[in-house]
Protein backbone atom coordinates (compact mmCIF):
# COMPACT_ATOMS: atom_id res chain seq x y z
CA UNK A 1 0.00 0.00 0.00
CA UNK A 2 1.02 3.39 -0.63
CA UNK A 3 2.52 5.37 2.32
CA UNK A 4 4.21 9.03 2.88
CA UNK A 5 6.95 9.66 5.29
CA UNK A 6 7.33 14.29 6.69
CA UNK A 7 11.04 15.08 7.39
CA UNK A 8 10.23 17.37 9.79
CA UNK A 9 8.22 17.65 12.59
CA UNK A 10 8.38 21.20 13.53
CA UNK A 11 9.59 23.73 11.37
CA UNK A 12 10.32 27.52 13.02
CA UNK A 13 10.62 30.19 10.99
CA UNK A 14 10.10 34.18 11.02
CA UNK A 15 7.73 36.13 8.45
CA UNK A 16 8.50 36.89 5.52
CA UNK A 17 10.67 34.00 5.29
CA UNK A 18 10.54 30.87 2.97
CA UNK A 19 9.19 27.86 3.42
CA UNK A 20 9.54 24.39 2.48
CA UNK A 21 8.29 21.03 3.72
CA UNK A 22 9.10 17.49 2.68
CA UNK A 23 6.86 14.80 1.82
CA UNK A 24 8.11 11.45 0.37
CA UNK A 25 6.47 8.33 -1.16
CA UNK A 26 6.51 5.01 -1.30
CA UNK A 27 6.63 3.53 -4.86
CA UNK A 28 3.23 1.96 -6.10
CA UNK A 29 2.13 2.68 -9.70
CA UNK A 30 0.27 5.03 -10.80
CA UNK A 31 0.55 8.34 -7.67
CA UNK A 32 -1.68 11.02 -6.66
CA UNK A 33 -0.62 12.96 -3.94
CA UNK A 34 -2.18 15.76 -1.39
CA UNK A 35 -1.17 18.21 0.92
CA UNK A 36 -3.23 19.69 3.74
CA UNK A 37 -3.65 21.98 6.36
CA UNK A 38 -4.90 22.68 9.78
CA UNK A 39 -5.15 25.92 11.14
CA UNK A 40 -5.10 26.23 15.04
CA UNK A 41 -8.95 24.79 16.00
CA UNK A 42 -10.03 24.71 12.19
CA UNK A 43 -10.85 21.31 10.16
CA UNK A 44 -8.44 19.97 7.74
CA UNK A 45 -8.74 21.41 4.99
CA UNK A 46 -7.36 20.45 1.26
CA UNK A 47 -4.51 23.07 0.14
CA UNK A 48 -2.92 21.37 -3.12
CA UNK A 49 -3.55 17.84 -4.92
CA UNK A 50 -1.50 16.25 -7.86
CA UNK A 51 -3.09 13.95 -10.03
CA UNK A 52 -0.94 13.89 -13.31
CA UNK A 53 0.31 16.54 -16.02
CA UNK A 54 2.23 19.36 -14.48
CA UNK A 55 4.41 18.25 -12.09
CA UNK A 56 4.32 21.70 -9.90
CA UNK A 57 0.73 22.11 -8.58
CA UNK A 58 -0.73 25.72 -7.17
CA UNK A 59 -2.66 25.66 -4.18
CA UNK A 60 -4.46 28.05 -2.19
CA UNK A 61 -2.73 30.92 -0.24
CA UNK A 62 0.52 30.73 -2.11
CA UNK A 63 1.68 27.54 -1.80
CA UNK A 64 3.02 24.94 -4.39
CA UNK A 65 4.44 21.96 -4.44
CA UNK A 66 6.43 19.88 -6.68
CA UNK A 67 5.90 16.28 -7.79
CA UNK A 68 9.77 14.61 -8.53
CA UNK A 69 8.96 11.16 -10.33
CA UNK A 70 12.98 10.47 -9.88
CA UNK A 71 13.00 11.15 -5.75
CA UNK A 72 9.68 9.82 -5.00
CA UNK A 73 9.11 13.54 -3.04
CA UNK A 74 6.50 15.63 -3.38
CA UNK A 75 7.50 19.01 -1.07
CA UNK A 76 5.38 21.94 -0.17
CA UNK A 77 6.41 25.40 -0.95
CA UNK A 78 5.89 28.86 -0.26
CA UNK A 79 8.34 31.86 -1.11
CA UNK A 80 7.24 33.74 1.34
CA UNK A 81 5.21 32.99 5.05
CA UNK A 82 3.11 34.95 7.01
CA UNK A 83 1.53 34.75 10.80
CA UNK A 84 -1.51 33.33 9.69
CA UNK A 85 0.17 30.07 8.23
CA UNK A 86 1.08 29.15 11.54
CA UNK A 87 -0.48 25.55 10.91
CA UNK A 88 0.19 21.62 11.19
CA UNK A 89 0.41 20.57 7.66
CA UNK A 90 -0.19 17.32 6.39
CA UNK A 91 1.26 15.15 3.35
CA UNK A 92 -1.36 12.29 2.04
CA UNK A 93 -1.61 9.70 -0.59
CA UNK A 94 -4.62 7.90 -1.38
CA UNK A 95 -4.34 3.72 -1.73
CA UNK A 96 -6.06 2.35 -4.97
CA UNK A 97 -9.51 1.91 -3.03
CA UNK A 98 -9.23 5.80 -2.02
CA UNK A 99 -8.64 5.58 1.33
CA UNK A 100 -5.90 8.20 2.39
CA UNK A 101 -2.52 7.82 4.36
CA UNK A 102 -1.34 10.36 6.11
CA UNK A 103 2.15 11.63 7.01
CA UNK A 104 3.03 12.14 10.68
CA UNK A 105 1.95 15.92 9.80
CA UNK A 106 4.71 18.84 10.46
CA UNK A 107 4.12 21.97 13.05
CA UNK A 108 4.82 25.08 11.76
CA UNK A 109 5.16 28.39 13.79
CA UNK A 110 5.18 31.47 12.44
CA UNK A 111 7.19 34.89 14.13
CA UNK A 112 5.71 37.74 13.84
CA UNK B 1 -24.04 24.36 1.40
CA UNK B 2 -22.33 23.03 4.66
CA UNK B 3 -20.34 20.54 3.42
CA UNK B 4 -19.45 18.02 6.03
CA UNK B 5 -20.93 18.76 9.57
CA UNK B 6 -20.10 16.58 12.43
CA UNK B 7 -21.93 16.26 15.95
CA UNK B 8 -20.92 16.62 18.89
CA UNK B 9 -17.82 19.13 18.34
CA UNK B 10 -16.61 17.68 21.84
CA UNK B 11 -17.07 14.58 24.16
CA UNK B 12 -15.83 13.56 27.83
CA UNK B 13 -16.37 9.83 28.05
CA UNK B 14 -15.22 7.41 30.97
CA UNK B 15 -13.49 3.99 30.54
CA UNK B 16 -16.01 1.52 29.45
CA UNK B 17 -18.09 3.70 28.21
CA UNK B 18 -19.52 3.51 24.50
CA UNK B 19 -19.64 6.43 22.49
CA UNK B 20 -21.81 7.52 18.94
CA UNK B 21 -20.20 10.05 16.86
CA UNK B 22 -22.64 11.51 13.78
CA UNK B 23 -21.35 12.41 10.31
CA UNK B 24 -23.43 14.45 7.67
CA UNK B 25 -21.81 14.17 4.36
CA UNK B 26 -21.88 17.57 1.62
CA UNK B 27 -25.26 17.57 -0.31
CA UNK B 28 -24.43 15.31 -2.79
CA UNK B 29 -22.01 13.25 -1.58
CA UNK B 30 -22.66 8.65 -1.43
CA UNK B 31 -19.28 8.01 0.68
CA UNK B 32 -18.51 8.60 3.93
CA UNK B 33 -14.97 7.45 5.78
CA UNK B 34 -13.87 7.91 8.94
CA UNK B 35 -10.48 8.57 10.33
CA UNK B 36 -9.14 9.12 13.71
CA UNK B 37 -6.61 11.66 14.83
CA UNK B 38 -4.29 11.08 17.77
CA UNK B 39 -2.45 14.34 19.09
CA UNK B 40 0.30 15.02 17.43
CA UNK B 41 -0.08 12.50 14.90
CA UNK B 42 -1.73 12.23 11.46
CA UNK B 43 -5.26 10.73 10.89
CA UNK B 44 -5.54 6.98 10.32
CA UNK B 45 -8.35 5.56 8.02
CA UNK B 46 -10.99 4.05 10.54
CA UNK B 47 -13.46 2.69 7.62
CA UNK B 48 -15.66 3.68 4.82
CA UNK B 49 -19.55 3.28 3.64
CA UNK B 50 -21.43 3.67 0.53
CA UNK B 51 -24.68 2.35 0.31
CA UNK B 52 -24.72 1.88 3.68
CA UNK B 53 -22.42 -1.06 3.52
CA UNK B 54 -18.74 -0.97 5.16
CA UNK B 55 -16.59 -1.33 1.92
CA UNK B 56 -13.32 -1.31 3.27
CA UNK B 57 -11.93 -0.81 7.08
CA UNK B 58 -8.41 0.52 8.74
CA UNK B 59 -6.21 -1.18 11.20
CA UNK B 60 -9.18 -1.03 13.84
CA UNK B 61 -10.33 -3.50 16.39
CA UNK B 62 -14.19 -4.35 15.61
CA UNK B 63 -15.51 -1.94 18.96
CA UNK B 64 -15.10 0.25 16.07
CA UNK B 65 -18.16 -0.24 14.06
CA UNK B 66 -20.29 2.50 11.87
CA UNK B 67 -23.70 3.03 10.10
CA UNK B 68 -24.60 4.74 6.82
CA UNK B 69 -28.01 5.80 6.71
CA UNK B 70 -30.25 6.19 3.81
CA UNK B 71 -29.77 9.51 3.55
CA UNK B 72 -25.96 9.09 3.20
CA UNK B 73 -25.48 10.18 6.65
CA UNK B 74 -23.25 8.14 9.21
CA UNK B 75 -22.60 6.93 12.66
CA UNK B 76 -19.30 5.88 14.30
CA UNK B 77 -19.61 3.81 17.12
CA UNK B 78 -17.03 2.85 19.66
CA UNK B 79 -17.42 0.14 22.42
CA UNK B 80 -16.10 -0.78 25.68
CA UNK B 81 -13.60 2.67 25.18
CA UNK B 82 -10.49 2.95 26.36
CA UNK B 83 -8.07 5.89 27.49
CA UNK B 84 -6.09 5.29 24.06
CA UNK B 85 -9.41 6.07 22.27
CA UNK B 86 -9.05 10.14 22.79
CA UNK B 87 -8.67 11.53 19.49
CA UNK B 88 -10.33 13.77 17.31
CA UNK B 89 -12.61 11.88 15.02
CA UNK B 90 -12.71 13.13 11.70
CA UNK B 91 -15.44 12.35 9.11
CA UNK B 92 -15.03 12.86 5.15
CA UNK B 93 -17.20 12.74 2.00
CA UNK B 94 -16.84 11.87 -1.23
CA UNK B 95 -18.67 10.24 -4.45
CA UNK B 96 -17.62 6.47 -4.57
CA UNK B 97 -14.48 5.80 -6.26
CA UNK B 98 -13.04 9.40 -5.85
CA UNK B 99 -10.32 10.30 -3.44
CA UNK B 100 -11.62 12.04 -0.56
CA UNK B 101 -10.99 15.57 -0.43
CA UNK B 102 -13.70 17.17 2.35
CA UNK B 103 -13.35 16.82 5.75
CA UNK B 104 -15.80 17.60 8.84
CA UNK B 105 -14.55 19.88 11.83
CA UNK B 106 -14.32 16.90 13.90
CA UNK B 107 -15.37 15.51 17.03
CA UNK B 108 -12.90 15.66 19.74
CA UNK B 109 -13.41 12.49 22.11
CA UNK B 110 -11.85 12.65 25.68
CA UNK B 111 -11.74 9.56 27.22
CA UNK B 112 -10.97 9.43 31.38
Known amino acids: AQSVSQHNHHVILSEAASLELGCNYS??????LFWYVQYPGQHLQLLLKYFSGDPLVKGIKGFEAEFIKSKFSFNLRKPSVQWSDTAEYFCAVPSNDYKLSFGAGTTVTVRA | DAGVTQSPTHLIKTRGQQVTLRCSPK?????VSWYQQALGQGPQFIFQYYEEEERQRGNFPDRFSGHQFPNYSSELNVNALLLGDSALYLCASSYLGTPVELFGPGTRLLVL
Open chain 2, 27 to 31: SGHDT
Open chain 1, 27 to 32: YGGTVN
